[in-house]
C-alpha cells in the first residue's frame, strides 16, 4: 500500500498517508492523539486505522497504560512490511545496508575503495549486495521499495553524477548517472543526495524528531561538511555548496586552502589537511609509526593515517588534535548562526582517539559567554553507517513523507 501513497491519489489515501507518517514519528500513539492532531472525528480515524492495520502497516504495540478500563490501543509502524537498501559512496569506502521501516540494520557489506573501484566496478558491488541481501534475509522483490545512493562530494542532482570526482582512487565516474545505472540493474526507485544531508536526516529520525525540530550534523572526513534539519525540515540546496562550511574561515591569514582563500576550516580539519601536516612534519624529521607502512612519505595515505590513530602513533594524535582544536572553533561559528538545539558529530574522525573529545570541548569553553546556551553536542550514534541509514530513510521519505516544493 506504500506505494500508493505517491502521486495524484484519492482524499482518501492522503489521509491514510498522513496518518502512517504521524505514527512513524510519534508510535506508540493513541488513537485520540492522532483524532487531536489531523482533525479526524473519532470513528472516522479509527475506521482508516483499521484499514492500515489489515493492511499489515501499523499495529498495536500493547504499551497503553489503562485507567481503570481497558487499555488503550497504542499504534506503532510494522517495521518488517517493507524494505529498503541504504548506501554510502565515498573515496575510502562503499556501504551497502539492508534496512527495515525503522531503519534498523539487517545487513551490512562494505566495500574498501582502491585502484580496482572504478564507478561501473563499484556500482556493480552495490548491485551484487542488493539480490545477496534480500536472498540471505529471504525477502521478496516486492517487498523491496528502492535504494538510496549518499555520496560526500557535491553531485547534480538532475543529472544523477558526481561533480569533479576527482578524489577517487580510481576512473570511470566522471559523467556517470549513478541513479539510470542502478535503475536499470535493478529496476527499482533509486534517490540520490548529499550524505550529509542524509546524516543529518537518519540522526533525526532516529533519535530526536520527538525532542527537537532543529538540529545540525556536522562531519569531518575527506571534506568538511553540515547537514541542517531545521522546524522539522532537510534545508537543502541547489546551488552546488554543501561543502560550504567547510569553507568559513577559522584564521585570517592562515594555511591556503584548496578553494584558494587562505585559513578555511577545510584547510586545518580534514582528512587531506591532515595528512599534509603528517608528511610536512615526517619530511621535518618527526617520527611516526607510519615509517614503518611506507618507504616513501608522498605514499601515506588516509588509510595508513586511521590506522596510525588506532595504534595512537603520537606525531598523528598531535596533528588530530590540533585539526579537532579548528573544527571546534568552525563549530562554535556554526553555532552561534544556527542556534539548533542539538549539533550531531560524525564522520571518519569521530570515532577515533581525541578528535570528538577535544573539538566539542574547544566548542563548549567558546560558548561560556552565553551560559543559558543548552545546545547539546552528541556524537553520532553510527559514525559509520549513519550517511547509509538516511539513504534508506530517503526512500521511506519518499512514499511516506509530504515534500514540499
Known sequence: MLRQFVGLTSPKAKSLKLLYSLIRKLGPVRINTLSELTGYKHTTCSR????????????DSGSGESSGGRKPLMYVIKPDTYYLIGVEITS???????????????GVEKLKMDSQCTGEYTLNFVSRCVDELLAKHKIQREKFLGIGIGVLDPIDQEQGVIINPHVFPAEGWKNLNIVNYLKQKNNTLVCLDNGTNLAALAEYRNNYWKETDNLV???????????????????????EIEDAFGHIIVD????????GSYGCLQAYSSLPAIRNEVIRRMKRGKISLLQEKVNDVEDIDFH????????????????????????????????FL???????????????PLFYEVASETAKK??????????????????YNIVAQGAGCMVLDYFTEEILP
Open 366 to 383: 567558546r560558548m561560556n559567554y552565553y551560559p543559558n546556551s543548552r545546545v547539546q553536542i552528541i556524537k553520532s550514534t553510527a559514525a
Open 304 to 335: 595508513h593515517i586511521l590506522d596510525a590513530l588506532e595504534r595512537e602513533d603520537p606525531l598523528c594524535l598531535e596533528i588530530v588534535k590540533e585539526a579537532a582544536y579548528y573544527f571546534g572553533i568552525g563549530l562554535t561559528n556554526l553555532i
Open 92 to 106: 575510502l569506502y562503499t556501504t551497502v545496508l539492508l534496512l527495515d521501516l525503522n531503519l534498523g540494520i539487517l
Open 338 to 352: 544556527l542556534r539548533p538545539d542539538i549539533v550531531i558529530c560524525g564522520g571518519t574522525l569521530v570515532p577515533k
Open 217 to 239: 550534523f556536522v562531519s569531518s572526513d575527506i571534506g568538511i561538511r553540515c547537514g541542517i534539519i531545521l522546524q522539522g525540515r532537510l534545508i537543502s540546496n541547489k546551488n
Open 48 to 59: 482508516l486505522l483499521d484499514e492500515l492495520v489489515q493492511e499489515g502497516l501499523i499495529y
Open 252 to 259: 585570517i591569514h592562515g594555511q591556503r586552502c584548496s578553494c
